[in-house]
Every structure is written in C-alpha cells, then in structure tokens.
C-alpha cells in the first residue's frame, strides 16, 4: 500500500525484486502425508515457488541450506529428546514456524502413545531392549517450542495452505476457524452423518477444512481438534437424538485428540 | 461479471497524511480522502479498509470544524488496528462512511455540558469537544472529565493543556494507578463527579468509556438527578457493515438496535434495559 | 386472476423449456429424505413431493460466499471496482414457507442503505412456487406464522389438483413464460378444483403450538428473562445449523483475500451464524454475546419480536429446518410452547 515516495525519476521498468523468502520443510513423527500435499497442489505450487525460494525440501529437493530460515513448515509431533534438541535449532534459525499437519498441530495419530505407560508401550514396540531406544510421549510442535502458525489436518487441507502461506508471507496473524465442521457442511449440503445412523466428530472438530470428509462421504474423524469450547451437555442429546452409543464418540475422539494439552 | 456503479461497499480513497504513535498501544493519524471532506458530525465513525487484511470500524476522533482531513485514534487491539498501525505517512486506505448516529449537537445547544471519557473513550468525545470548543458560544457551562490507568497513557496530551489553560473550560483528570512526577487525581473517574455542580435540568452529560465504565458514571450522575434523557453514551460493539445489516453490532435490547445505525450514540433512556452496555 | 394449466404428464416439457431459457434449480432427493435445490434437466430429477430441502433458496439469493468488491493494488494508489457475479436463473417447486423467506429478506436488503448485490441478482431470478397441500411433515409451524397459503412472492404457482397442475400467474414475466410454452387456461371446473383444495388445507393445518400469534408477540415482549434459554442453551452446540438453514436469517461477515501476487484480490461476503461464539466480540475481548442461553435467545427473537416492530412480520416462516437439522434436539415448536407455558 506504499506510494512510491517522490522518486518519480526512476527507470519505469520495475525495480529488482526483494529477496524471496527463504523456505524450509522438516519433517518429525509423522507419515509425511502432508509434505506430500505440498506437491499435489499442482498449478497452485507454481505460484506459491513464484512468491518464495524452496532452500531445503528432503521429500522434494536435495539441497541444504545453512543459513537462518524464513519461514519452516514442520510436520510431525516430538517422540524423542532428539528429535526435541533437532526441532529446538530449527527454531532458532527460523523467523516464522509453520505446524503443518495433524501431528506437528495436535499431536495428531501418534497422540495415542499417550493412553500407555511410556514404557509398556516402548517394549511392546523395541521389545525386551527397549531402555536402548530413547522415547518420550508425544508433544505437538507448541509444547516444545513457538508456533506462529498452525495448518490443521489430516492431511492438510490444500486451500488452507495457501491461505496461511499468503498471511505468513504479509506478517498478518491467520486465525483458525473455531467453528464446529457442520458450519461447513451445511453449506455443502451433505445429508447429515448422523441422518445416516453413523457418528461423526464434526459437532466438535473446528472447521476450516470445508467438511472435505464429509463432501466425500467419510464422517469426520477430528483430525483438525476439538474447537476451544465445545458442547459438553450438547454431546449426550446428540447421541440420545441419533441413538447412538457415547463411546462411540469418544473413541474416535481418541484417535486424533489424545495429545490435548497441545490443542491449538 | 457486472460493475455496481452505486454500490454502498464501494470505497472512498483516503491517504495518510501525518501520523503519530501517541502511547505504547494507541496510534494518530491524519487522512486525506481524495474526494473532498469526510463530512461527518461528532460520534460517527467509519469503516477503514486496509486492502487484502479487512475493514475495521473506527469512530471519528476529530471535529467536523476542521476541514481539509478527519483524524483517527486506533488502539492496537486486534488483527486489523494491528496491522494499521504498520502504516503510516504517504498509505492509503479505502474508507467506507461516514456512519451512525451522531451526538445530539442540537438538542444540546443552549445547555450546559459535562464530558465524562474514560481511557480511549476519549478519541470519539474528542469530535464532539472540539466542536462544542470551535462553537464555544453555543453552549452553557462545559465541564471535562477525564480518566485513563496511568499517567503515560493520556493520549492528546497537548491538547488536553490547552483545554486546561482555557477559562471557558473547566477541566479535570485523574489516574488509576499514579506515577513519579503525577501531581494530579489518583483513583477511578466516578471519584471527579461528585464535585462537579449540575444543574439537571439544562445538563447534558456524555459519557464515553470502556463497558464496564458505564454503570458506575451513570449511576453518580443519577445520583445528581440528571434525567436519563440527558445522559448520552457511545456504545461499543463490532460494527462490519455499517448499514444496519450484518447483524454483529446489534444489541440485546427490546428494541433491537443496530448500534452502527440506531447508535453508537444514544441517550441512557433509550438502552437503560440492554443486557449490556 | 389468470390461471394455466399443465397436464402432469407434459411437466418435463415444461422443465425442459425452461431450461433452454435459463438454469433450472429444482429439489432434488439426496437420500435420507433429505433434499437439495440443485440444478435440473429434466422432470425426473425433481422431486415434487419434498420436505423442505437442507439450505433454502435464499442460497440463490444471497450466496454463502460472495464477491462484492475486486480491488489492485498495483502503481500507488488502490484501485476497486464494486462487482455482482450473477447468472439468470429460475428456482423450481419453491414451497410458501421459502416464498415468505425470500420476501423477508427483500424488504431486508431494500432497506437503506440498499444492497444492490442482493437487489440485482433477484431481478435475475424466476420464481415458482409449490402448493402444500398436507403437512411436509411435525417439525413444520407454517399455520402459526400463516404462511401455509401463498402470500404471492411468485412469478408462477403450481397447485396439484389431481392429474394436472394449476398454475398462477402472479407476473408478466410469469405470463410471457407459459405463454411461450403455450398452456391453456384453466377451466372453471379446475377452478373449483383448486378451491377445494383451499378448502381441505383449512382442516389439514391448524396453529401447531396453539398459542395465538397475538399472544406470542406478549410472550416474546416479556420473555428476554425466561429460563427457557437457559435450557436451550445448555443444550446448544453453537454449530450455526439452525442459522444456516433459516430462510430468513441474512447475517454474514466481511472478508478480504488476496491473491499470490500480493497485489489484487477482493473483499467478500460470507454466511455468518449469532451462534458462534465470536460473532458479537470486539477487537479488545469483550463478547457482548458469550452465553449460548444469550445467543439462542437472540435467534429466537430475530424471528419473533425484533422484525415484527420493525417489518410487522415474524420472521420464522414455520419451514421447520431449525428443528430438523438441530444436533441437539432443539425444538422450535417445544420452545415457543414452553416459553408461552412460563408467561401464563
């Protein structure tokens, strides 16, 4: 929104662009779905690399980048100390943090370490060597360090990206829709899961995903977290209108909101 | 795709032309609309669009007696003050307004005047005061009351000097919480009123402040049996589209006010029975 | 009074008409008996026999998203240019309940400051109404509100009067329509068809709460304090289901998008709901709404107290999706007679 201040002189050929912002993408526990994502936006990808300088991709590019981070997406929750001291430098070399993805927002799937004793749970996994392998329960990206920017999902959903993509870019602060999902779904108009006798999370779950589930005839599985406030009393009426079972709520809950505490 | 040439979203183009960080959370600015004057009354406000971030209602802090630009006081608060206060001389903003129901300069000509501002309550008061300043003669006894937390967040503080030297003005702030070189009131506004004298029958008390600054006030000026028909507030409440539409601004009140068009001003009167204030 | 007749055999002749005319959205089955305007073809698609369908048509009237301005920042000043993005359509089978909608928010938008987005895209859009002849089903309160009968709204109106439909022609636009499809005028036999049916609707709907629209309006005038939306409340899930579905409920929200090149995007409406949380919140934290009992209670009255002294009508048109779509079983008829309950 800056005029161009009295240097009326100046060639009429557009000055030299500022640098682009230099982009990384780290990856933690997690499937790697959601970097993944990043290059199934096709056309769209090649606008976002118009307006940023991709310096460190692992799934994507082979090069490495030594100097401070612009903007980094982080996907993955923290599993280990390692992986903690790892996320810690990232941070400190990065202006602006990205939580990318389901587990690096919310702690996502792996969120369900944590309805173990750590060690029950560690030797079911490495089995009687177990104290060898280094494990902690799992934190989202905000228990261990700053996050200025969460992207929700399960995988992430692609419009979201390029919406939290262009507020980093501006400095502006993004806000997470803190919406139940049949906000969206209404609007979609999808006959409702419950309508069909199936539960669906979406009564809880914050939107911002447009119901892409539920557009797709899935129910919604909480990936995005429980919104700040939700209806506690609401959840026993819902059920009793629809004849449903309350575990059945509350174990698909478990899936992607274990890791609470971290819920952003 | 069809262009709306009488479009009510349509903007004004306004260009910053002076600004000034005035505390550590409220920043000044001057603007220029490249279509002539603003031409509002006291207590209006506008919407102001900072292209690609949003629109944001923010009331008019100077009098319409001053030509040429309008100014305003923005409290770094949410996403979009925030981003205003990045701005600065030579941006331009949209501007969509003037909006809402101003103060009512006429009823009150003739009478006797007490302003009651509590921290940046000041900013819409301010149109008024300095209308009823450059119209001194209009108006009976002016009495200023002023509150904010701490001596360093006053904002206008020049002018507030002037207002303090004035013989036609009778002046008086006071601090929450007091600092080294404060001489002046220690304690919350209510404690200025009771020393003021009201004559209730040609009084017009304008109290403009935080919500939870309302109750308290009115009920000290009450208390000096001012009728509530001569108490006017400014209510605070977010206004998005300024015509009475959106539905956000509107107030749980019988009567269903829109406070971006049925107010921000009203007299005390007509919201006594708000749920909130 | 001009009326048509179309045989109901010949009714995909007229969709098909229509079609080559402009988009034909008509109800269509999703399943569930749940239905959805969506856009049609041929007869078949439709469903004639439908309970009010998921969102209403005031979808077409004022779309969930929606651009009002495009902006470009490029070179120093800003410049923008106010848009309407609307195509010539007509909306098929519209029952009287959705007829009522619309025309609330008519007067809504045609009150100053006028929206012409809205203003100019009606004017783009046919109206035919669908007659009611049984209950869609309990949840409905059309009676209540009176709006079991049309109250004009239309350009046409068809009424089933057995083997054919009667159709209204309430507008020139309406007349130069089946003129063009060549229908015949209705007969006076049909004529004392449709009476008939006019007739048996009389005993077939009837108050559904039993409370006089009168005594409602006292109800409502001292009710702001009732512990009814308390309950209510309690319950809410502040999903915005109810909103989104209401006919009548125009609220939305202002948003600015911007495009990758940082330099031209647009400003756009969007559907917002009073039962978020945030919706009555200001820049500095204080929410002037932050109970569900508070923002239920404004719903309610939004569509009983506040338009009747504004517009001297309700503006719940007893369609009965509210209740319908509720997560949590939050009934508008249930309400209404538990706050008239409290009053007496």
Redesign the interface.
């Given at each position: 929104m800056k005029t161009a201040k009295k240097d009326t002189k100046a060639p009429a050929k557009a000055p030299k662009a500022a640098a682009k912002p230099k982009v990384a993408f780290f990856d933690f526990a997690s499937c790697e779905g959601c970097q993944l994502q990043m290059t199934n936006l096709g056309e769209l990808l090649l606008d976002i690399l118009g307006a940023v300088d991709v310096v460190e991709f692992r799934e994507a590019i082979s090069e490495k980048w030594d100097k401070d981070y612009d903007v980094v997406f982080i996907e993955g929750s923290i599993g280990d100390h390692h992986a903690e001291e790892r996320l810690k430098k990232i941070r400190a070399r990065a202006k602006v943090l990205i939580a990318y993805g389901a587990c690096a927002c919310t702690g996502g799937v792996n969120g369900m370490k944590n309805g173990f004793e750590l060690d029950e749970i560690r030797q079911s996994v490495y089995g009687k060597d177990y104290k060898l392998f280094d494990s902690t329960p799992t934190r989202a990206i905000d228990q261990v360090v700053k996050v200025d920017y969460y992207i929700n999902g399960c995988p992430v959903y692609p419009p979201e990206i390029i919406e939290v993509v262009k507020h980093a870019l501006r400095g502006l602060p993004y806000t997470v829709p803190d919406n139940p999902v049949c906000s969206e779904c209404k609007l979609n108009e999808n006959v409702c899961m419950y309508e069909r006798g199936v539960a669906c999370l979406g009564p809880w779950t914050k939107a911002g995903c447009n119901s892409w589930c539920v557009n797709n005839g899935n129910i919604c599985y909480g990936c995005r977290g429980e919104v700040k406030n939700p209806a506690k009393n609401a959840a026993k009426d819902v059920i009793s209108k629809y004849n449903l079972k309350p575990e059945l709520i509350t174990k698909k809950f478990e899936m992607y909101n274990k890791c609470k505490e971290g819920a952003k | 795709?069809?262009?709306?040439?009488?479009?009510?979203?349509?903007?004004r183009?306004g260009?910053i032309i002076a600004a000034k960080q005035m505390t550590a959370t409220e920043k000044w600015f001057d603007i220029k609309l490249?279509d002539g004057d603003l031409d509002h009354e006291p207590g209006q406000f506008v919407q102001v669009?900072?292209?690609?971030?949003?629109?944001?209602p923010i009331s008019v802090c100077s009098s319409p007696t001053k030509r040429g630009s309008f100014e305003l006081t923005v409290?770094s608060?949410?996403?979009?003050?925030?981003?205003m206060h990045s701005?600065g001389k030579?941006?331009?903003?949209?501007i969509r307004g003037p909006f809402g129901k101003p103060f009512p300069v006429k009823l009150m000509t003739g009478n006797d005047l007490l302003f009651v501002a509590g921290g940046l309550g000041i900013a819409p008061l301010r149109s008024l005061i300095n209308y009823v300043m450059d119209n001194r003669r209009e108006f009976g006894k002016v009495d200023i009351l002023l509150g904010c937390k701490t001596p360093t967040d006053m904002l206008f503080g020049d002018e507030i000097k002037l207002w303090q030297k004035r013989m036609d003005v009778n002046f008086s702030c006071t601090v929450d919480r007091s600092a080294p070189d404060w001489k002046g009131n220690v304690g919350l506004i209510t404690s200025l009123i009771p020393g003021v004298t009201i004559n209730p029958e040609k009084t017009f008390g304008v109290v403009v402040g935080?919500?939870i600054m309302y109750k308290f006030v009115i009920a000290e000026l009450l208390k000096k049996n001012l009728p509530e028909k001569q108490i006017v507030l400014s209510l605070?409440?977010?206004m998005?589209?300024g015509?009475?539409?959106?539905?956000?601004c509107?107030?749980?009140h019988?009567?269903?006010y829109y406070c971006c068009k049925d107010g921000p001003t009203f007299t005390y009167e007509e919201v006594k029975d708000s749920?909130?204030l | 009074m001009n009326y048509h007749i179309l045989q109901k055999d010949n009714l995909n002749c007229f969709i098909k008409s229509l079609a080559k005319q402009m988009k034909v959205y008509a109800p269509v089955a999703k399943g569930y008996n749940n239905f959805a305007f969506e856009e049609v073809t041929e007869a078949e698609q439709i469903s004639m026999d439908y309970i009010p369908t998921i969102l209403p048509p005031k979808k077409y009237f004022m779309p969930p998203r929606e651009k009002m301005l495009d902006f470009d920042l490029n070179g120093g000043k800003p410049q923008d240019k106010a848009v309407l993005e609307a195509e010539k359509l007509a909306v098929f089978a519209v029952h009287t309940c959705d007829l009522a909608g619309i025309q609330c928010l008519n007067m809504v938008f045609s009150e100053r400051p006028r929206d012409y987005n809205y203003l100019l895209r009606k004017e783009n859009i046919v109206i035919i109404g669908l007659e009611c002849n049984k209950y869609c089903d309990g949840n409905a309160s059309c009676a209540l509100v009176g709006n079991h009968y049309p109250n004009g709204g239309y350009d046409l109106f068809f009424t089933d009067i057995g083997d054919k439909w009667i159709i209204h022609v309430n507008t020139q636009k309406g007349e130069e329509l089946v003129e063009g499809m060549g229908l015949g005028k209705a007969s006076v036999a049909d004529m004392t068809a449709l009476g008939k049916v006019r007739e048996a609707k009389k005993e077939a709907f009837g108050n559904e709460i039993g409370v006089e629209p009168k005594k409602l309006t006292e109800v409502f005038a001292k009710g702001m304090d009732s512990k009814v939306w308390h309950d209510v409340g309690s319950r809410c899930v502040s999903c915005g289901n109810c909103t989104n579905v209401c006919p009548t409920c125009y609220c939305f929200d202002m948003t600015d998008s911007i495009n990758l090149d940082m330099k031209t995007g647009s400003r756009n409406r969007t559907w917002d709901s009073c039962q978020f949380e945030t919706f009555a919140t200001v820049a500095g934290g204080e929410n002037f709404r932050e109970e569900r009992a508070h923002r239920q209670r404004h719903r309610y009255y939004r569509k009983f107290k506040y338009p009747l002294d504004k517009f001297n009508r309700a503006f719940c048109t007893g369609c009965g999706r509210c209740t319908r779509t509720c997560m949590a079983k939050i009934n508008l008829k249930d309400t209404l007679k538990a706050l008239a309950a409290e009053s007496k």
């Open positions: - | 795709m069809t262009e709306i040439h009488n479009s009510n979203w349509k903007l183009k260009q490249e669009e900072l292209y690609g971030v949003g629109e944001a409290r608060a949410g996403r979009l003050t925030k981003h701005l030579g941006d331009w903003l949209g935080p919500p605070e409440r977010h998005k589209c015509m009475g539409k959106c539905g956000h509107q107030i749980d019988p009567k269903n749920k909130k | -």
